[in-house]
């Protein structure tokens, strides 16, 4: 720690040389002084000695921080939040008269005046508003530019997991991209991505948008159905990224919609990032050209016991068990299975046999008609 008797006179020779307001001076000796105040020690420094004109690097910059602080307030009233961080853009001229002083006079190890806006402004912002200032994770983010007035914000995502239940069937699960942006967010659909919502995906994402706001809306499905398809038990789980939301803690409860019902609404820290492993219980209505007897119906339960492969075009094959399998007869062309398999377990082309090994046509020697299939439960394991 230097001696104040040592600093004073390089101080004075530099206002003497440079008009300067209390912070530029604080700022230049805050090293030597480990001062949290540079408009403090500035003051103290100049001892009563008052500058004719405009601060030499910041233009009084430093006096004119309530207009930008007023700025962060608006654009920050519709979020609740307890973190924030700032990024600032300054005219390249201040940062240029900074460095210039600081190299004449060899002042290393000290923040440079962009730094010191930006700190300032924080404690100021955070001073108003009972929050606290996070560079590494804040949840809302400003990017002021105090060369143009502007203010952004950005607020960290939140994510939602929960389960659908799908008791009437006419929804597909996935809403389609708004027309105008393919799905990226823009004016016409008010930065959702999405404009109509008509879908599982569309009916979810109105009600996050209602309760937290936010724009885009990003889902991950434990899975997925046909329109056709009912999601019964306790239902469909999904993950909800919602980005720019301006609440981040509310108490969810479950809600009723006209197609379905959402439940165990909860915050989570993430979506998973890796598939989840889940069974998925499932019941198919057969319909087949030919009459299928009742003693290749018993057989069904061979299933069990040998993996189903799956061959894509592209040549990748995967493979899913069936844990379970059960029947039930209703006429001799048409019978229902109720079947406990791997999640991602292609219904479908497992009934009419596109590229899967063994499939229910094959099996029962006709071909098995695209079938109707719902889901009765959903297992996570
Ligand atoms: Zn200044
Ligand atoms: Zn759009």
């Known amino acids: 720690m230097s001696d104040y008797s040592q600093i004073v006179p390089i101080a004075n020779k530099i206002i003497k040389k440079y008009d300067l307001c209390d912070h530029c001076l604080g700022r230049i000796f805050s090293k030597q002084f480990r001062s949290s105040s540079h408009k403090f020690l500035g003051k103290k420094l100049k001892n009563g000695f008052e500058s004719k004109n405009k601060c030499y690097v910041c233009k009084n910059l430093f006096h004119n921080l309530d207009y930008f602080l007023k700025l962060m307030l608006d654009s920050s009233s519709n979020f609740a939040f307890k973190t924030f961080g700032i990024g600032i853009v300054i005219k390249p001229s201040i940062i240029d008269r900074d460095d210039l002083l600081r190299s004449k006079y060899q002042l290393k190890g000290i923040d440079g005046v962009k730094t010191a806006v930006a700190k300032e402004l924080g404690k100021q912002f955070s001073k108003k508003t009972k929050t606290v200032i996070d560079s590494l994770d804040p949840e809302i983010t400003f990017t002021l530019n105090l060369k143009d007035e502007l203010c952004q914000i950005r607020s960290k ?3 939602v ?16 991209s708004c027309d105008n942006c393919s799905g990226k967010g823009c004016r016409v659909c008010d930065f959702h991505g999405i404009s109509e919502f008509e879908s599982v995906e ?13 724009t885009t809306a990003k889902f991950t499905w434990i899975g997925g159905e046909d329109k056709s ?18 609440k981040r803690k ?17 915050l989570v820290n993430e979506s998973p990032k890796k598939p989840l492993n889940f069974h998925s219980v499932i019941k198919i209505k057969i319909s087949t050209e030919s009459d299928v007897d009742s ?10 016991s040998v993996p189903i492969i799956i061959s894509e075009k592209s040549g990748k094959r995967s493979e899913k068990k069936i844990l379970d399998i059960k029947y039930k007869k209703k ?14 377990f292609p219904i479908k082309r497992f009934v009419t046999g596109d590229d899967v090994l063994p499939n229910l046509s094959d099996f029962f020697d006709t ?7 719902d889901f009765l439960n959903i297992i996570v394991k």
């Open 367 to 373: 071909p098995c008609l695209t079938p109707e299939f």
């Open 250 to 266: 509310l108490r969810l409860i479950d809600q009723k919609f006209d197609l379905i019902s959402i439940c165990n609404l909860k």
């Open 295 to 304: 003693k290749s119906l018993k057989k069904l339960k061979e299933l069990t």
């Open 161 to 176: 997991s929960g389960r659908y239940i799908k008791s009437h069937r006419g929804y597909s699960q996935k809403q389609k």
């Open 202 to 214: 569309g009916v979810i994402s109105q009600f996050i948008f209602k309760k937290f706001g936010g």
């Open 229 to 246: 398809s009912l999601v019964l038990g306790s239902g469909r789980p999904f993950f909800v990224k919602i980005q720019n939301p301006y």
């Open 157 to 159: 995502s939140i994510t």
């Open 331 to 344: 006429f001799k062309n048409e019978f229902t299975v109720v079947m406990t398999a791997e999640g991602g």
